[in-house]
């Protein structure tokens, strides 16, 4: 079983309000990844966690904060987002934050920021 | 500057026939090469990878090629189907780290 899970699937949000995605891996994994995509372009890496630590955070401004509150569940929350940060949201998950990982890869949160 | 690129944005294959995916990169620290599938609003999906101690790994009918030497790795994937048509990314890891590096993607476009 590879499967990592995301909700919700769609989300609308204005940009005074405050929401949160979450993704949930049941496959033992202990480094766990955020990435935004955009239309026709490659996944772009935003939060890595290893062993439920941040171990990178690449420049992401701070209206977006991640939290691991275990080994299973990863959570992004969104305050005062900007329109531009619409795009599919995506977790991702490996065995290790080491070498040689594969990173399997949940369906996404497509947002829209109005 | 891209360090894993993907020259071709589409390819177009008949059912049936073998469909080539290409990919070159540039730094050789990278040791850990890997192909996903993406369909619209979904996920990538994982396909196959490779490691540099390999030039070759097969799995079903996708198979993955790697030139150390050219800094090159391709997908090969026979009989192609309807079913394949996708955007594919190559990636890769460095030493001791697991975040990958993307290309671009090439969108594979199957014709019955």
């Known amino acids: 079983d590879t499967e990592v899970t995301q909700t919700p699937k769609h989300l609308v949000m204005g940009m005074t309000n405050k929401k949160s995605l979450k993704c949930e891996q049941h496959?033992?994994?202990?480094?766990m990844y955020w990435y935004k995509q955009k239309a026709k372009k490659p996944p772009e890496l935003m939060f890595v966690?290893?062993?439920?630590?941040?171990?990178i955070n690449e420049s992401v401004p701070s209206r977006f904060s991640p939290e691991c509150p275990n080994s299973s569940l990863l959570n992004l929350h969104l305050h005062a987002l900007q329109p531009e940060d619409s795009a599919l949201y995506l977790c991702?998950?490996?065995?290790?934050?080491?070498?040689?990982?594969?990173?399997?890869f949940g369906p996404g949160t497509r947002l829209l920021v109005l | 500057d891209q360090q894993v690129k993907q020259n071709s944005p589409s390819l177009s294959v008949q059912e049936g026939r073998i469909s080539i995916l290409n990919c070159d990169y540039t730094?050789?620290?990278?040791?850990?090469f890997l192909w996903y599938k993406k369909y619209p609003a979904e996920g990538p999906t994982f396909l196959i990878s490779?490691?540099?101690?390999?030039d070759k790994n097969e799995d079903g009918r996708f198979t993955v090629f790697l030139n150390k030497s050219a800094k090159h790795l391709s997908l090969h994937i026979v009989p192609s189907q309807p079913g394949d048509s996708a955007v594919y990314f190559c990636?890769?890891?460095?030493?001791?780290?697991?975040?990958?590096?993307f290309g671009k993607g090439t969108m594979l476009l199957v014709s019955p």
């Open positions: 991702a998950s490996s065995l290790g934050a080491s070498d040689q990982e594969t990173q399997y």
């Open positions: 496959m033992g994994h202990r480094a």
């Open positions: 966690y290893s062993y439920e630590k941040l171990s």
């Open positions: 730094n050789s620290m990278f040791d850990y």
């Open positions: 490779i490691s540099s101690i390999k």
């Open positions: 990636a890769a890891t460095s030493w001791g780290y697991s975040t990958l590096t």
